[in-house]
């Protein structure tokens, strides 16, 4: 056999949840948001200069880097976009995660950690979350090559307070920081004023989830400007036009429009905030989540059951066959109306 093989970077790729599409389904496996993106965004698309796209994008994403760094207060030379935060994410492993210590990141997280450390040859260690599925500080003390974790984390939901962070960060001082803030705007604290006390953070977010803009990849990060000039070179020197023409008009259009945005979460968080009533009135239990999605455990039927039974009723939500969480499901929260239909089948299967 030839040996051609020998030389393949062979990696084990992260799984994304499922994307069926059946009519009559309700998706709540991917943390999507129910509603559609900002009015503006319908609007620059509709308006969008077809012939444009016979030019290269701006390889500096400049409206859009301006418009993010404005809604935010940073400067622009503070931020980094890419396509997705997933694409920010790979970017920040491969410009900050470069030594032979082993980086750290949590047992039970983001499942894609451990495929881009594997796929860039980086060392890692799991640190366990504690018993109540929470981030401790002082696990994070050790000697390493640099730190990731979501807050609020996924797939627990759990916030992990300011204070945790920076008593991180003053232990950190010497590895480069990341917070992948996904779920941020769900109503967790954001470590986003961190960036002028730590030169080593970085603050990743995302329009995916709280902008309704999966689809369209926009990812963006946060920190000191020579953080952000080691990740501009790294992704010049990988693939200079990451984000095309469309993204950019769209992603301004999403930004400009707060109020949408403000009454979206809101309308997600309150709707959370009712769903945990009725996950405890069945009989869940989960911990506390900032996120627009519950990690729940159910008292008496296993996950995995009620997984399947939820599905053949085209009703999907996510569940990990993985240790220590293979009894819980994580449901993204839907509309007030998919949510109702959710308690009325749990109820049937819970019987
Ligand atoms: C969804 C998610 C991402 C990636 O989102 P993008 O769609 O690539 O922006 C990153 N981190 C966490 C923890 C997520 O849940």
Redesign the pocket.
Known sequence: MSNWRDNVRKVVPYVPGEQPNQPDMIKLNT?ENPYPPAPGVKEALEKYPVDRLRLYPDPTASVLVNEIASYYGVKPSQTFVGV????V?AMAFMTFFNSETPILFPDIT?S?YDVWAEEFRIPYTRIPLDENFCIQPADYKVKNGGIIF?NPN?PTGAELSQESIEEILQANPDVVVIV?E??VDFGAASALPLIEKYENLLV?Q????SRSM?GM???YCFGSEELISYLNDVKYSFNSYTMDQLTLVTGVAAIKDDAYFKETTGKIMETREWAKGEFTRLGFRFADSKANFVFVSHERVAAKEIFQKLREKHIYVRYFNKDRIDNYLRITIGTRAEMEVLFAALEEILQ
Do not use: Q
């Open positions: 943390n997705g935060s997933d694409d994410l983001y894609f979501p996924a992948d996904a779920y990743v995302t329009y995916s989830k999966a990849r926009i990812g």
